[in-house]
């Protein structure tokens, strides 16, 4: 299993400019997440989603959008990229039964925005 | 509103020596308390996790101490070896299924840096 994998693993951005980070998971899980993080932080949430077709805002949603239209797949859509969302964006899985289960992390994305 | 409070910002220790990072929370409805370590230029992995019902739960050199009453929770690296030196996250969790995700509230971290 490969696990999380995020593309790209570094971005630079234009202001104005849109990209969509990738994200895939191989382990069937149920539950999908979108982190950001910046330095002295911690990590924040910015969407999730508990299964095709289902997804939420996080703590730190403005933005940004997201999908899900498959189990494996969760990408994060940026439209009109600020200097505010410089960051390193993580993806994460959990399998999500009736309690909470271990979040799997993905390598990151490293975004800069000039 | 900060929900999980963490520190020290940062620890140096001696190889062999005792890490102690602490954190604090607000919410008592949390009831899931993992603890993450991240390396540089990687992503978080679980390291250990506990529930309130127990006090303490050990993982060979790692000790996580709970105290719910105070509402904190400690993470206690035993032996402390070079090979420690990461940015350690606590967080915590509702057991919020039939309304979300199980989302995680994470600490600000901690950086240790283990000396030879």
């Known amino acids: 299993n490969a696990g999380v994998t995020q593309t790209p693993k570094f971005r630079i951005l234009k202001i104005g400019q849109s990209m969509t980070l990738q994200c895939t998971q191989d382990m069937n899980h149920n539950y999908m997440y979108w982190y950001r993080q910046d330095p002295g932080m911690g990590l924040k949430l910015i969407y999730y989603s508990v299964g095709a077709g289902i997804t939420d805002k996080g703590e730190v949603p403005n933005g940004y959008n997201v999908s899900r239209s498959t189990t494996e797949d969760f990408p994060l859509r940026l439209e009109l990229a600020a200097p505010s969302q410089t960051s390193v964006y993580f993806c994460?899985?959990?399998?999500?039964?009736?309690?909470?289960?271990?979040?799997?992390f993905g390598p990151g994305t490293r975004l800069t925005v000039l | 509103q900060q929900q999980v409070k963490q520190s020290p910002q940062s620890l140096i220790v001696q190889k062999g020596g005792i890490s102690i990072i602490n954190c604090a929370y607000e919410?008592?409805?949390?009831?899931?308390f993992p603890w993450y370590q991240q390396f540089p230029g990687k992503g978080p992995a679980l390291l250990i996790a506990?529930?309130?019902?127990?006090s303490e739960k050990k993982e060979g050199r790692f000790t996580i101490s709970f105290n719910k009453s105070a509402k904190q929770f400690s993470l206690h690296i035993m032996d402390s070896q070079p090979g420690d030196s990461a940015t350690y996250f606590c967080a915590a969790s509702k057991d919020s299924r039939g309304a979300g995700s199980y989302q995680l509230t994470f600490g600000k971290g901690t950086k240790l840096s283990v000396i030879p």
């Open positions: 506990i529930r309130p019902d127990v």
């Open positions: 994460a899985s959990s399998l999500g039964l009736e309690s909470p289960t271990e979040q799997f």
């Open positions: 919410n008592t409805a949390f009831d899931y």
